[in-house]
Protein backbone atom coordinates (compact mmCIF):
# COMPACT_ATOMS: atom_id res chain seq x y z
CA UNK A 1 0.00 0.00 0.00
CA UNK A 2 3.00 2.08 0.53
CA UNK A 3 4.03 4.43 -2.34
CA UNK A 4 2.92 7.67 -4.38
CA UNK A 5 -1.00 7.44 -6.15
CA UNK A 6 -3.18 9.86 -8.28
CA UNK A 7 -6.82 10.50 -6.97
CA UNK A 8 -8.87 8.76 -9.73
CA UNK A 9 -12.34 11.12 -8.60
CA UNK A 10 -12.86 13.60 -6.51
CA UNK A 11 -13.81 12.86 -2.97
CA UNK A 12 -13.48 14.47 0.92
CA UNK A 13 -11.99 12.82 3.75
CA UNK A 14 -12.01 13.96 7.48
CA UNK A 15 -9.06 14.21 9.24
CA UNK A 16 -8.80 12.71 12.39
CA UNK A 17 -7.54 14.24 15.57
CA UNK A 18 -5.72 12.52 18.06
CA UNK A 19 -6.18 15.82 20.59
CA UNK A 20 -8.29 15.20 23.55
CA UNK A 21 -12.14 16.00 22.06
CA UNK A 22 -10.91 16.07 18.73
CA UNK A 23 -11.29 19.49 18.17
CA UNK A 24 -8.76 19.98 15.01
CA UNK A 25 -10.54 17.60 12.75
CA UNK A 26 -10.48 18.97 9.09
CA UNK A 27 -12.46 18.28 5.96
CA UNK A 28 -9.79 17.55 3.13
CA UNK A 29 -11.36 18.11 -0.49
CA UNK A 30 -9.08 15.99 -2.79
CA UNK A 31 -9.56 16.53 -6.14
CA UNK A 32 -9.25 14.03 -9.36
CA UNK A 33 -5.43 14.27 -10.06
CA UNK A 34 -4.28 15.33 -6.77
CA UNK A 35 -1.12 13.29 -5.70
CA UNK A 36 -0.91 11.39 -2.52
CA UNK A 37 1.78 9.63 -1.05
CA UNK A 38 2.00 6.98 1.63
CA UNK A 39 4.71 6.48 3.84
CA UNK A 40 6.04 3.71 5.91
CA UNK A 41 5.59 6.11 8.83
CA UNK A 42 2.24 4.75 10.67
CA UNK A 43 1.73 4.49 14.41
CA UNK A 44 -1.32 2.37 16.30
CA UNK A 45 -4.19 4.18 18.36
CA UNK A 46 -7.11 2.75 20.09
CA UNK A 47 -8.99 3.46 16.40
CA UNK A 48 -6.33 1.07 14.65
CA UNK A 49 -3.36 2.10 12.65
CA UNK A 50 -2.82 5.56 11.19
CA UNK A 51 -0.17 6.19 7.99
CA UNK A 52 1.51 9.19 7.19
CA UNK A 53 -0.23 10.32 3.99
CA UNK A 54 1.38 13.19 1.59
CA UNK A 55 -0.59 15.37 -0.14
CA UNK A 56 0.31 17.24 -3.22
CA UNK A 57 3.54 18.42 -1.70
CA UNK A 58 1.99 20.55 0.72
CA UNK A 59 0.63 19.30 3.82
CA UNK A 60 1.09 15.56 5.61
CA UNK A 61 -1.51 13.70 7.76
CA UNK A 62 -2.47 10.83 9.27
CA UNK A 63 -5.29 8.66 7.56
CA UNK A 64 -6.40 5.23 8.94
CA UNK A 65 -5.44 1.82 7.81
CA UNK A 66 -9.65 1.29 6.95
CA UNK A 67 -10.02 4.56 5.05
CA UNK A 68 -6.74 4.02 2.93
CA UNK A 69 -8.71 -0.03 1.85
CA UNK A 70 -11.95 1.70 1.32
CA UNK A 71 -10.66 4.91 -0.68
CA UNK A 72 -8.45 2.26 -2.95
CA UNK A 73 -10.95 -0.80 -3.31
CA UNK A 74 -13.90 2.32 -4.28
CA UNK A 75 -11.43 3.57 -7.19
CA UNK A 76 -10.56 0.08 -8.18
CA UNK A 77 -14.31 -0.59 -8.73
Not at 40 to 64: Q, V
Amino acid sequence: MFGHYIAGKTFSHKIDCFCPGGHHADVLKIQKGDLINVTNERKFTMHGWYFLIGFNDICMFYMALADLEQYVSNVAV
